[in-house]
C-alpha cells in the first residue's frame, strides 16, 4: 500500500529555532507539493516540485522558508528561523505529474507548534 | 484568478440519509478538473471523487457522485446513504488542468475553505 510518509508528525519548538520537515513522495510520483492548512487561511500551496525542480514556490515566505529535494525520495521544507505564525498543519501531497487526470496523494501532515 | 466557494461552514444529516454539500468555483479556463477531498478528525487527506471539465457524465464512486453543473459553475458532492464515518471536514478543489498539460502550473490544488459534516445516528 503506497503511501506519502512524512516526519515527525509533531513538532513543537520555540520562536527563532529552525524547523526541518521531511517528506517521502511515493515512489514513481515526479510531482510533490507542500501545504500548508490553518484555521484562518484554510489549505494554501506553499511549493511545488516537477522531477526535483522547483516549479513554483510563489506562495512561500522566502526570507525564512526554503523547500528542496536532495532526491527523488526526499522533500525537505525549512523554516528558519521560526516564529509563532508559521503554527499550522503541514503536507506534503504527490502525484503524476503531465497526465490530464492526475489523483494528489496527501501525507499525514506534519503539525507544528511555535511557542 | 480561480477560485473555489463552499458556502456551508456546517452541516447536519440524519444517518443513512442523502447529503449535499455545495461547491462553487471560478475560473476562465476551458480546462480544469475538480475534486473532492474528506479530511476526518485523525487530519488525514482522502481523496473521494474527480470530475474533469470534459467529462460528459458525473462522477460516481460508490457512495459519491458528484453533480456537475458546468454552466453554473458548480460541483456539488452528493453523499448517499450517510454513516457515522462520514463525519468529517469536506473540501473542493480545482486543479488548472490546461496549465498542466502545456507544462506551466503542473496541477497544483486550490481548496474551498470546507463543510463540516456531522451525521446524527
Known amino acids: 500500500d503506497a503511501r506519502v510518509t512524512q516526519t515527525p508528525r509533531h513538532k513543537v519548538t520555540e520562536m527563532g529555532q529552525e524547523v526541518t520537515m521531511r517528506c517521502q513522495p511515493i515512489?514513481?510520483?515526479?510531482?510533490v507539493f507542500w501545504y500548508r492548512q490553518t484555521m484562518m487561511q484554510g489549505l494554501e500551496l506553499l511549493a511545488y516540485?516537477?522531477?526535483?525542480?522547483?516549479?513554483?514556490d510563489s506562495g512561500m515566505p522566502k526570507d525564512r522558508f526554503s523547500a528542496e529535494m536532495p532526491d527523488a525520495t526526499l522533500a525537505t521544507l525549512k523554516i528558519q528561523p521560526s516564529e509563532p505564525r508559521d503554527s499550522a498543519v503541514y503536507f506534503c501531497?504527490?502525484?503524476?505529474?503531465?497526465?490530464?487526470?492526475?489523483?494528489?496523494?496527501f501525507g499525514p501532515g506534519t503539525r507544528l507548534t511555535v511557542l | 484568478a480561480q477560485k473555489i466557494t463552499q458556502t456551508q461552514p456546517g452541516m447536519f444529516v440524519q444517518e443513512k440519509e442523502a447529503v449535499t454539500l455545495d461547491c462553487t468555483y471560478d475560473?476562465?479556463?476551458?480546462?480544469?478538473?475538480l475534486f473532492w477531498y474528506k479530511q476526518p478528525s485523525s487530519g488525514e487527506m482522502i481523496f473521494l471523487i474527480y470530475?474533469?471539465?470534459?467529462?460528459?457524465q458525473n462522477a460516481t464512486e460508490g457512495r459519491y457522485s458528484l453533480n456537475f453543473q458546468k454552466a453554473r459553475k458548480s460541483a456539488n458532492l452528493v453523499i448517499s446513504a450517510s454513516q457515522l464515518g462520514d463525519s468529517a471536514m469536506y473540501f473542493c478543489?480545482?486543479?488548472?488542468?490546461?496549465?498542466?498539460?502545456?507544462?506551466?502550473?503542473?496541477?497544483?490544488?486550490?481548496f474551498g475553505k470546507g463543510t463540516k459534516l456531522s451525521v446524527k445516528p
Open positions: 501531497a504527490s502525484g503524476l505529474g503531465g497526465d490530464s487526470y492526475n489523483e494528489q496523494f
Open positions: 515512489l514513481g510520483h515526479n510531482t
Open positions: 516540485f516537477r522531477n526535483r525542480a522547483p516549479l513554483d
Open positions: 475560473t476562465s479556463d476551458p480546462s480544469y478538473g
Open positions: 470530475q474533469g471539465s470534459y467529462d460528459q
Open positions: 478543489a480545482m486543479r488548472d488542468e490546461l496549465h498542466m498539460n502545456y507544462g506551466g502550473s503542473q496541477g497544483n490544488l486550490i
